[in-house]
């Protein structure tokens, strides 16, 4: 081949590489998002430990999966100007208290913004410091109403996906096995809800799921939504986010974590990229 014509043909396979290297990067721009975590870190060491770890685990996924993770614990940034900024809010342990910073947040939702919460971030209950006075958010948004009971102590539960269809459980297996956690029961069934669809639910091969010592505080039976969606929002509840810790010695050692789970770490990304990115599904 004559050196002329393979001076050119080097010359279009460089371009070529260079166009599709900067395709990739246009690609991959393109599906960049930022995220928002509210906690607030205070009273319950085992919520603080989970927030801890989500803390890193967020913030090593944003690498990989080319979006930025930002936290606060300042809830004043509940605020129009503040969350335009960003394509999806997730509450790591408590909810939003002042009136006004709870309409901005449902104003935001109500205008397609994207929300993951975690476990603690549903309790509503009547009288405590968390009383079920948001009726929009617990009623409404997530359907479930106020807390009732919960299993002890934080153990593992295998988890059945109910729609494999939806964006959030994609590539998951038919059932899961979750990390440790504390798992509650609700004021409402939520399968009666028209606007809720439940993804995952403990899978009876759990039962009996907790260890005590009080009887109700084992599960021996029933059915109990873990992880849902609202058809009218971009959201996902998952009910765990409560680690192991030894409370009985005052040590306050952390007994069990929440990551690494592979299966559990992919239906948290895959519910973040489709809050953040997607669009609602019915």
Known sequence: MPKTSRVFLQCIAAFALTFCFFT???QTNKKHFNVIAFYTGRNDQAHISFMHEAHKWFSEMGKKYNFTYDSTKDWSNMNAKFLAKYQAVVFLDTRVEDPIQRKAFEEYMKNGGGWLGFHFAAFALTPSDFNADWDWYHNEFLGSGQYVSNTWRPVSAYLRVEDHNHPATKGLPDIIKASPSEWYRWEKDLRKNPDIKILLSVDSSSFPLGTGPKPHEIWHSGYYPIVWTNKNYKMVYFNFGHNDIDYEHHTNKELS??????DQEKL?????????????VD
């Open 24 to 26: 990739a990067i246009a």
């Open 268 to 280: 948290i990304m895959n519910s973040l990229i489709w809050v953040a990115t997607g669009k609602k």
């Open 257 to 262: 974590h929440t990551f690494p789970n592979p």
